[in-house]
């Protein structure tokens, strides 16, 4: 394990660069910063400093999006009711499973889903009863285990048709929610340590500098490609901290784990050719229809 201080220059830096994405798209922080901070810390150290920073930061996202509110509050209603149990039964297996075990799970559970969110999978769906219960039941109890929900969500909004501030505003709603709950519980169970301290000076700096940043430079990019990146970037380091937890745990051995990030690479590279070569295709078809 490194050294203590140089295991915080780099989460500074990887929080900041995760602050600077959620700034620009509206969420991405615990997304990008839990992944690659999981190689230095344990989830039960990493995850209340993360639900403290996204409680602040999420009720902001939801302030600047407040006017998409009214179109979005009864699609999530369903989402926000069914995170309650979800979220007390994560907190409880946060609390009681080893680290190392929840590390594996965290990288199973959302290497699948930022693919699927890279390969651009468009179903509609819609966030009813019957989907946003169980939905966010689910969704609960990944984001009280991991402090990562930005993409299911993301894939369910992106298949409902939101325009652009209706999506933050429901992405908003959801997240201030969980985030608030996850750390009311995490209180009752006593896992705010002395350590999760120390990490949340980190995040705060990050976070008063990035978010702004992020937002301001959204304007002079291209939001698809910019998100595209991303999630490769993502995929990367989720497939990097999946070979070292198999190792860790001595379910396979290096360098044969690694074989799994080279996978991982070799799946978002296809993905990235298609989504630039789409890209490319659809602008040679908006310059044909000016011209």
Not at 55 to 77: E, H, M, Q, S, T
Not at 83 to 103: D, E, F, R
Not at 130 to 143: E, Q, S, V
């Amino acid at each position: 394990m490194p050294a203590l201080d140089t295991a915080l220059i780099v989460l500074g830096g990887v929080a900041l660069f995760a602050a600077f994405v959620n700034g620009a798209i509206g969420y991405g922080f615990s997304s990008l910063t839990v992944p690659l901070a999981l190689v230095f810390y344990a989830n039960r150290v990493l995850n209340p400093a993360v639900v403290l920073i996204e409680v602040f930061l999420n009720l902001y996202v939801l302030f600047i999006n407040r006017d998409g509110v009214p179109a979005v509050w009864k699609r999530v209603l369903p989402i926000l009711i069914g995170l309650l149990p979800g979220i007390a039964i994560g907190a409880a297996v946060l609390a009681s499973l080893q680290p190392g075990w929840i590390k594996l799970g965290t990288y199973i559970v959302i290497l699948p889903l930022i693919l699927v969110q890279a390969a651009g999978w468009r179903r509609p769906v819609q966030s009813t009863w019957l989907i946003g219960l169980p939905f966010g039941t689910g969704l609960g109890i990944l984001y009280s285990v991991t402090t990562i929900s930005g993409p299911p969500l993301a894939i369910l909004f992106n298949n409902q048709g939101l325009v652009k501030n209706e999506f933050r505003a429901g992405l908003a709603l959801v997240r201030v929610a969980e985030s608030s709950v996850t750390a009311l519980v995490y209180y009752q169970l006593g896992l705010f340590i002395a350590e999760s301290a120390s990490l949340l000076l980190v995040f705060i700096p990050s976070v008063i500098v990035g978010i702004p940043l992020g937002a301001y430079l959204i304007r002079r990019l291209d939001a698809e490609t910019f998100r595209r990146i991303c999630m490769s970037f993502d995929a990367w380091v989720v497939g990097f901290g999946l070979s070292r937890v198999l190792i860790e745990l001595d379910l396979m051995e290096s360098p044969w784990a690694y074989s799994v990030m080279a996978i991982t690479i070799l799946i978002d590279c296809y993905l990235l050719y298609v989504f630039f070569t789409g890209q490319k295709a659809a602008a040679r078809r908006a310059a044909c229809d000016t011209g």
